[in-house]
């Protein structure tokens, strides 16, 4: 790449991938005067965004910097699913030209980076990383729903195997991010960072859903003696436990470490049980309803399920505990209503007064500001005679002075 982002005119730049990553990337880079296109296979991304994208892979040809920010998911069978990376760095590879910047910000395990991206990159455009071409890792660390951190003020870490990839890289994120850009001459130490945040996250839960389940055995309130166990200002980061893991993020990048380790002849156990107990959440919090049910002496369930997103306020679905927990709900011969205002293509119903008239039991998955603030007394009236809060969102006091039964996850 020549040295066009020392001049007054900034380097074009193409964005591959405009999801909850690429689109914020994409926005910031054009604010910030960069000649920037977005390029996504979804003719439905192409007509909202319009303007600065296109499904036209040719921009490529003029790009001197690509940013590669397409989903990594996982397979059925939770194995890391590179195919929408392979296909992304074979178009990119197609057009690949001396000089040119390419960026990697998805999620991929040890290794991947050298082994999918670059080898491809190399071997379909006979250039050289590093000597032809340019290559960096810089995992993305958006937050989504999160007012306070966003693409611009989120600090990065950057890695690359040569000091030229390095440089440019780094120019590159410095000049657009306004935070701190920590740069590792080692990709996959960079590409470990990421995994690892997020199982750390992961294993977290894991432990305090274990807790909840242990301690509502000893009626003790687990998220009384986290709030109280934060009280010490080190060696301490609460984590609070709930109806499962969602996301296209916690529940997903620990099988790319897992996947590393059984490449490598490790069997990561400890992040094989996080996932196991976070998986078993849902299945413990329908439990719980039905011990309920039993105490109560009800009859004939009908249960309204509030909340189908992975967090609160998001419309984002991946991975969500409400899709198991539905199932496992129908399973138990409930009658079942499911209602999010932020998911409308999951709702059985399109409202709450829907989703409330005639059922006897609630089960809160998302604890969307819509729902923190229910009228308990409402519910009562409306013939609510148990709630299940799988976020530990509403006051237990509040729900049992109305005449509910108030079961919380552990609370
Ligand atoms: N959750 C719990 N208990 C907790 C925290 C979260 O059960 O104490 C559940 C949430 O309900 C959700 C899932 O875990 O279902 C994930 O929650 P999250 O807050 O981690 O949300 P994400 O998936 O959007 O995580 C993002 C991640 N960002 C990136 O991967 C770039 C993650 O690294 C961040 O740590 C996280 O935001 C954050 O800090 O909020």
Known sequence: MSSKQHDAVKPSVCVVGLGYVG?????????????????????????????????????????????????????????????PLI?????????????????????????????????????????????????????ERINPGDDKWNVENIPRVLGANDSTSLKLAGELYKNLIKANITEISNIKEVEAVKVVENAFRDINIAFVNELAMSFAKLDINVKNVIDAAATKPFGFIPHYPGVGVGGHCIPVDPYYLIESGEKSGFD????????????????????????????????????CLLGVAYKANVSDYRESPAFPLIEATKAAGYNLRVYDPHVPEYSTVS???????????????????????????????????????????????????????YVGIGT
């Open 23 to 83: 689109l914020p990337l994409l926005q910031l880079l054009l604010r910030d005067g960069y000649h920037a296109t977005g390029l996504d296979t979804n003719p439905r991304v192409i007509e909202k965004i319009q303007e600065p994208a296109t499904s036209s892979s040719s921009i490529l040809k003029t790009s001197d910097i690509v940013i590669l920010c397409v989903p990594t998911p996982v397979t059925d069978d939770k194995r890391p699913d590179y195919e």
């Open 268 to 303: 990561h156990r400890f992040l094989k049980l996080a996932r196991q107990i976070n998986d078993e959440m849902p299945k413990y919090t329908l439990d719980q309803l039905k011990s309920a049910v039993a105490a109560l002496d009800i009859e004939s369930v009908d249960a």
């Open 351 to 405: 409202s709450l007064d829907e989703a409330l008239s005639g059922a006897n039991c609630l089960l809160i998955v998302t604890d969307h500001d819509e729902f923190k603030s229910l009228d308990i007394k409402g519910l009562a009236n409306r013939g609510i005679k148990i709630i299940v809060d799988g976020r530990n969102c509403l006051a237990r006091s509040e729900v049992e002075s109305a005449g509910i039964k």
């Open 87 to 139: 296909s992304a760095v074979n178009t990119v590879a197609k057009y690949l030209h001396k000089g040119q910047l390419i960026v990697l910000e998805s999620t991929v395990n040890p290794g991947a980076s050298e082994q999918i991206v670059i080898e491809t990159l190399e071997k379909v455009s006979g250039l050289k990383a590093g000597a032809d071409f340019y290559f960096a890792y810089c995992p």
